[in-house]
């Protein structure tokens, strides 16, 4: 309710500005998986590191045609983030700033739907720093990975208890996991356990 | 984000750069078991890099039974000539979920033209490909891979050249100057050559003097080698003719001479060993011990990464001097050159490297006195397998009477066989076909192999009946998709290598072609134009490939690390390299196009 009042306020906001076309509702058959790494797990605190993303049209995983941004060095980035996503301060260097970085990933992304495993994270740290800087949310739809998968494996096989982590659904989809904790390496696999979902690999195994 | 194996040829032909290109220039896609991914006459948008799964090749012009031409697994490229082409000729359908890499056009063409052996990869033909997967092993192997490689010209010395006034005094003081072992004397158009032996022998033996001139003592019957040939050749013909040194010749020049300490400077293998081990053998015992380091010498070159004809050629050529050597021990000198000890089957093409089996006949002069010849000859069959050369299971050995006899006996047999025409008739006439003189008098064989040509290439019933062997084993092409489970293997002596020689065995018959082996009968077929220049090398490197197939194996085997009680013709597709997997099964093509060839020729098409 309050996420959609607030969509409205921005959309009137921005009609005429820069982003204004972002709030046009999208007409493609393309999807953007996206994948952030944090500097924690509490989208309140936690800042950014690292954004990717990954465009499929169709059966494709566009891969050639990737986002991946590292920014720069965060005050809050600690040891014990590297220790899960790798990247020290050292090789943030030469990250791109904060406003840069989410510029380019507006243009990359456009109005196409978001895809993203547990998405509602990821974007809710990006809008915790989109806001400030240019003063809306995202307005794309997102869908969640680890939903769409828990709901169609209910809807075929009902009396399973689903196994939610993420390797083991990819496992279960046959996708090989890639570059697990870089940004890339979990968007392009999430893209790809969509891609498997969609042509009813549940169906099949 | 794409984890490629480009460790594999075709990508190991790009560099850093190159491989980068690839790796940040692919996409990804999902197919479902039964998509068809590129159809026939569709044009090629990408190159395809199978990361996991399963796709078929299928020719859409053939009946379903057939069509499957193809199949692609894990690691695997396909789509790559089609876009060389413009259009896909063949149909691409999964059989299980694929994930795929798909690298676009544009790129690829870019690398093709930024790396020239990556694009001619796609274009070759087989024999072009297995040279690569030869040269590449040859790059990773060991210094004596580079002397496989190397020429004649790389090794030889400069000739120390004398003409017709040198004397002997001189000859001496030139080659103590030179560090030389040999001379060439030059003459009125020919070239002869002296040795420190042949010096010594004139001076201390003959009693010449040291005025004398050196033309009276030199050789002219000179064992040459030409400035391109492989050294490796250089050193068969030394083994075979027994000499330490080939003069290289261009033209009727003499330009050089390759020593045989040159050699084995370049070449520390054991091979040079074994066969002086087996010329000093003197007694059966020390023959026994020669053959016996045999197969180690075939690790040896195998694990070099020597082509396998050279390997054969030298094998041969030890093999044949071993059995010679045992004959000569064994029968009486005066008989010796009133027979000939024939061998046969594959070790008569001189394509037999580890000892499988004897095949061998003798013949004997019209009118030989040799009474106990049946004695003499079943020692022989034993002494033989002592050596380490298994009887034969057909019982095609000289102890067993039926395959000793006279010149005009075996005459009178081969009239038989060819007039009868059953299934052991033809079998024997095709062993008899390969049959090579390895002791005794050669020009016995001669007259019978004239026989047997004279007989049978002529007789067009004889050759269909003949030539139908050849298409009693189907190319093991469709059997492709049943192979997925690894208890099975292809049986690549009856799906790949019977076909091939006895094809050939029946054209060379046909051609009355006096070679024995496969290789040299491609070489005279092609010469003669009875096959085309390429599609004879083609027949060539499959035939090496299936053999080196076997051998690997059957090395295995011996070493006890391979399965001992499976067969090594059983060649187990999904433990092979996917270069190994694409040559086998353009090898295969080439086999099955060949017994085409030979049923169009010889009208058993029904």
Redesign the interface.
């Known amino acids: 309710m309050i996420r959609s009042l607030r969509r409205v306020t921005d959309r009137r906001k921005q009609a005429h500005g820069r982003y204004g076309w972002l709030f046009n509702p999208y007409t493609g058959d393309e999807l953007v998986a996206i994948d952030c790494e944090t500097t924690g797990l509490d989208p309140k605190t936690a800042e950014l590191v690292s954004i990717a993303a990954v465009r499929i049209k169709g059966d494709h995983v566009l891969t050639s045609d990737a986002l991946d941004l590292r920014l720069q060095q965060p005050d809050s980035l600690s040891g014990d983030s590297i220790r899960i996503h790798r990247l020290r301060g050292v090789d943030l260097e030469e990250g791109e700033s904060l406003q840069a970085a989410l510029e380019k990933f507006l243009d990359f992304i456009g109005n196409r739907p978001l895809l993203g495993w547990c998405v509602d994270y990821d974007i809710s740290v990006i809008n915790r720093h989109l806001r400030p800087l240019l003063g809306f949310d995202l307005p794309n739809v997102s869908i969640d990975m680890a939903q769409v998968y828990q709901r169609e494996l209910r809807r075929i096989r009902p009396h399973l208890e689903p196994h939610l982590g993420f390797e083991s659904i990819a496992k279960a989809l046959g996708v090989p996991v890639m570059g697990r904790h870089t940004a890339l390496g979990d968007a392009t696999t999430t893209a790809l356990m969509y891609v498997r979902l969609n042509k009813g690999a549940l169906e099949a195994g | ?3 490629i194996d480009l460790s594999q040829a075709p990508f190991s032909l790009l560099d850093e750069a190159g491989k980068s290109r690839v790796t ?10 039964g998509e068809v991914i590129l159809d026939a006459g569709q044009s090629g948008e990408y190159m395809y890099i199978i ?2 799964g399963e796709v078929a090749e299928l020719d859409t012009t053939l009946p379903d039974a057939r069509a499957r031409i193809g199949h692609y697994t894990a690691g695997d490229v396909f789509g790559a000539i089609s876009i060389l082409n413009g259009k896909s000729r063949y149909r691409f359908k999964t059989e299980q ?1 694929t ?1 795929c890499y ?1 690298l ?1 056009k544009v790129i690829f063409e870019q690398l093709c033209d930024a790396y020239p052996t990556f694009g001619d990869f796609f274009r070759e033909s087989l024999a072009n490909k297995a040279r690569l997967l030869v040269e590449r092993r040859a790059s990773d192997g060991v210094s004596m891979a580079g002397f496989m490689l190397a020429r004649v010209a790389e090794c030889m010395r400069a000739p120390c050249l004398a003409n017709e006034a040198t004397t002997v005094a001189e000859a001496v003081a030139m080659l103590n100057d030179q560090h030389a072992d040999s001379l060439l004397v030059q003459a009125v158009g020919q070239v002869g050559i002296v040795t420190k032996t042949d010096l010594l022998n004139a001076l201390i033996l003959q009693g010449h003097e040291r005025a004398s001139p050196v033309l009276g003592i030199a050789h002219f019957t000179l064992v040459t080698a030409s400035p391109d040939d492989y050294l490796f050749q250089a050193l068969v013909s030394m083994t075979r003719h027994d000499v330490a040194r080939v003069v290289v010749m261009e033209g009727d020049q003499a330009i050089g001479v390759v020593e045989l300490t040159d050699v084995l400077s370049y070449f520390s293998s054991r091979s040079y060993v074994v066969s002086l081990e087996v010329e000093q053998a003197n007694d059966l015992e020390a023959l026994a011990r020669a053959s016996a380091r045999l197969p180690e010498l075939v690790r040896a070159l195998m694990s070099q990464g020597v082509k396998l004809n050279f390997a054969m050629d030298l094998l041969a050529a030890l093999n044949g001097r071993i059995i010679s050597k045992a004959f000569q021990f064994l029968v009486p000198s005066q008989q010796q050159s009133q027979s000939c000890f024939v061998v046969m089957g594959s070790e008569g093409r001189g394509e037999q490297i580890l000892k499988t089996d004897q095949d061998n006949a003798l013949i004997l002069q019209d009118g030989v006195d040799w009474p106990t010849c049946g004695d003499d000859m079943q020692r022989l069959t034993e002494t033989l397998y002592m050596l380490g050369y298994p009887p034969c299971p057909g019982n095609i050995m000289v102890s067993n009477p039926e395959w000793v006899n006279s010149e005009s006996g075996w005459r009178r047999t081969i009239s038989r066989w060819a007039s009868r025409r059953d299934g052991d008739s033809l079998m024997n006439l095709a062993i008899m076909l390969d049959a090579h003189a390895v002791a005794g008098n050669g020009q016995l064989l001669d007259g019978i192999r004239q026989h047997l040509f004279d007989s049978c290439s002529h007789d067009e019933i004889f050759l269909s009946y003949f030539a139908k062997i050849a298409l009693r084993f189907a190319t093991p092409l469709t059997l492709f998709g049943t192979l997925k489970r690894p208890a099975h293997g292809i049986d690549i002596k009856k799906g790949g290598i019977f076909p091939i020689v006895h094809g050939v065995r029946t054209l060379a018959l046909e051609c009355r072609t006096a070679p024995t082996s496969t290789l040299a009968r491609l070489d005279a077929l092609a010469a003669q134009g009875r096959l085309e220049k390429e599609f004879a090398a083609d027949l060539g490197e499959a035939l090496s490939l299936f053999a080196e197939l076997r051998l690997k194996q059957q090395l295995a085997r011996l070493d006890g690390t391979g399965k001992t009680d499976s067969d090594p013709n059983l060649v187990v597709v999904q433990s092979l390299s996917s270069l190994e997997r694409d040559l086998l099964r353009e090898g295969l093509h080439i086999v099955k196009d060949f017994q085409q060839r030979l049923s169009h020729r010889f009208h058993l098409e029904y």
């Not at chain 2, 940040?24 to 078991?33: E, H, L, S």
């Open positions: 984000m794409v984890d940040n220039g692919v996409d990804m896609a999902y197919f479902d078991t990361h996991k979920e994930l798909l676009p």
